[in-house]
């Protein structure tokens, strides 16, 4: 299955559970919308919940966002339920089914296995649903190149900071900031960067996971710029306020995507007959090659995905 990764800057979690708070979330700008079947409701409210949700999904109005559900992790009576009505349900207006608390491959291939089976009852496309893994504890850090590789449907791997850092017993209550104690470097550091690793080894998304200071837009941006900075593709947003300015941190500067662009028209044009058939060349006082091609291309295509227009095109010399 050959997949097409969509923009995933900002993740707006929305409790399905509040059918006030799921038409709010249609006017939103966020890139992607999901609604909530797990932590966010209380247990009794989960069957009406997933009412709303398809009913939700199913009136329409959301424009280009991405439309996922989560569910309950595998370890709770709800899970096969969630999945069932939501997908019979809605199937045909759902892009992804998130599973929380994966811990193993098996996880993710137990999820394949029933969304095939609705998938070829209703008569959807084999594989138009994918998946959304999450890591929230130690034992699914470990397993997490298997976890990647369970499913051609796994489209992304998200960080889960408020069940992992109580998994590993780490002294904080604050999600998202750094552990009391903690002076020196990144304590979340090596969680993100194996994510990371195993996201780009096998063409997945990283997504960093919520920060629960919602009133704290400094603090939101300050967390958001660290796991962007590494390369991840976006973050969870769960307030409106945040949506903002997740677009603008997982997106590039205008500087860099106009530089990016520049960069690949120089290089295909100094690469062709007309150009010298060069193997690098000077853009300005830069030397551009192949890895400096590969580079821009990561720039440009989050400026592409994300909408941005170049300020100008470049001009090859002998026309300038």
């Given amino acids: 299955m050959t997949q097409t990764l969509r923009p995933r800057r900002s993740c707006l979690a929305v409790p399905g559970s509040n059918p006030r708070f799921l038409e709010k979330a249609k006017g939103l700008d966020a890139d992607q919308v999901f609604l909530d ?100 504890n130690a034992l699914g850090l470990i397993n997490v190149d298997a976890i990647a590789t369970a499913s051609p449907r796994v489209e992304t791997i998200i960080f889960g900071p408020a069940d992992f850092m109580a ?23 090596y969680i993100l960067m194996r994510i990371l690793m195993a996201a780009r080894a096998y063409g997945k998304q990283a997504i960093d996971g919520p920060y629960l200071q919602i009133r704290d837009l400094d603090g939101f941006r300050r967390v958001a710029e660290r796991s962007a900075a590494l390369g991840f593709d976006g973050k969870w947003v769960l307030h409106p306020d945040q949506v903002a300015a997740a677009n603008e941190v997982f997106s590039p500067r205008q500087d860099d995507y106009d530089h990016a662009e520049n960069i690949l028209d120089a290089y295909d044009w100094f690469t062709s007959e007309a150009g010298g058939e060069k193997g690098s060349a000077m853009l300005g006082d830069e030397m551009i090659d192949e890895a400096s091609r590969k580079m821009a291309l990561v720039v440009a295509g989050k400026g592409r995905a994300a909408g941005m227009q170049r300020t100008e095109p470049w001009t090859p010399p002998e026309s300038g």
């Fill in 167 to 189: 998994s590993i017993n780490m002294k904080t209550l604050v999600v998202g900031e750094q552990p009391p104690g903690y002076d020196v470097g990144d304590a979340y550091h």
């Fill in 37 to 136: 079947l797990e932590d966010a409701v209380a247990p009794m409210a989960k069957p009406g919940a997933r009412k709303n949700i398809v009913a939700a999904l199913t009136e329409g109005g959301w424009g280009n966002k991405l439309r996922v559900v989560r569910v309950n992790d595998w370890a709770t009576q709800w899970t096969y339920r969630d999945v069932i009505e939501i997908v019979e349900g809605a199937g045909a207006d759902l892009d992804a089914i998130m599973l929380p608390k994966v811990q193993s491959a098996e996880h993710v291939a137990a999820l394949d296995t029933l969304l095939t089976q609705i998938e070829k009852t209703i008569g959807y496309e084999v594989g138009s649903i994918r998946i959304e893994a999450q890591i929230e």
